[in-house]
């Protein structure tokens, strides 16, 4: 059975960092894309970040760019999320989730599974 | 960036009776060279995270109730609930994946009626 925990969410002042994590289990890790998907709570879906399951090659929204780097550990199956210079808006749950290529590099696809998310809070 | 447009953003249908959900892309995601749509549907109940419930435009994700189906080509696609069961109430998305950044609509709420 696919599961995937995500661990590391919580109440950041604007400017600030966090790290989210996500350990996968039941699918061989390294495989397999991974991505980020953000939602305000109560709102749409925002494609946040994606990686190659090798970890070669990332991809990233604009609102992020710069600011957020993805990046996995195969031998740990553990996707990571570092966000710095946090802002208000980006405020909202953060899930992971496996991600199936429609692209050689990945950088397109859709999302097979995705976890309960973490939460992300931007305030002062 | 591709926009999609969902419609109506709700919508309450009788158990039993038939719902459907449009999607509306800003340009074809029809890919001529292996003529797929490059389009997904997602189902969130509340408190969950998403499910995937088609690919390809038309494709149900293993184990998804052949009472949900996809349909539509280009920009103009379709997620048609042939009768609503109670377990159907949800939040329901699509999705983009033939250009980057990935997009999704904004959504469509069903209820019963």
């Known amino acids: 059975e696919v599961q995937v925990l995500e661990s590391g969410g919580g109440l950041v002042q604007p400017g600030g960092s966090l790290r989210l994590s996500c350990v996968a289990s039941g699918f061989t890790f390294s495989d397999f894309a991974m991505t980020w998907v953000r939602q305000v709570p109560g709102k749409g879906l925002e494609w946040v970040s994606s990686?190659?399951?090798?970890?070669?090659?990332?991809y990233y929204a604009d609102s992020v760019k710069g600011r957020f780097t993805i990046s996995r550990d195969n031998s740990k199956n553990t996707l990571y999320l570092q966000m710095n210079s946090l802002r208000a808006d980006d405020t909202a749950i953060y899930s992971c989730g496996k991600y199936y290529c429609t692209s050689t590099n990945c950088d397109r696809g859709y999302f097979d599974f995705w976890g309960q998310g973490a939460l992300v809070t931007v305030s002062s | 960036d591709i926009v999609m447009a969902q419609s109506p953003d709700s919508l309450a249908v009788s158990l039993g009776e038939r719902a459907t959900i449009n999607c509306k892309s800003s340009?074809?995601?029809?890919?001529?060279?292996?003529?797929?749509?490059?389009l997904a549907w997602y189902q969130q109940k509340p408190g969950q995270p998403p499910k995937l419930l088609i690919y390809w435009a038309s494709t149900r994700e293993s184990g998804v109730p052949d009472r949900f189906s996809g349909s539509g080509s280009g920009t103009d696609f379709t997620l048609t609930i042939s009768s609503l069961q109670a377990g159907d109430v949800a939040v329901y998305y699509c999705q983009q994946y033939y250009g980057s950044p990935l997009t999704f609509g904004g959504g469509t709420k069903v209820e019963i009626k």
């Open positions: 340009q074809s995601v029809l890919y001529r060279a292996d003529n797929r749509n490059y």
């Open positions: 990686i190659s399951g090798g970890g070669g090659s990332t």
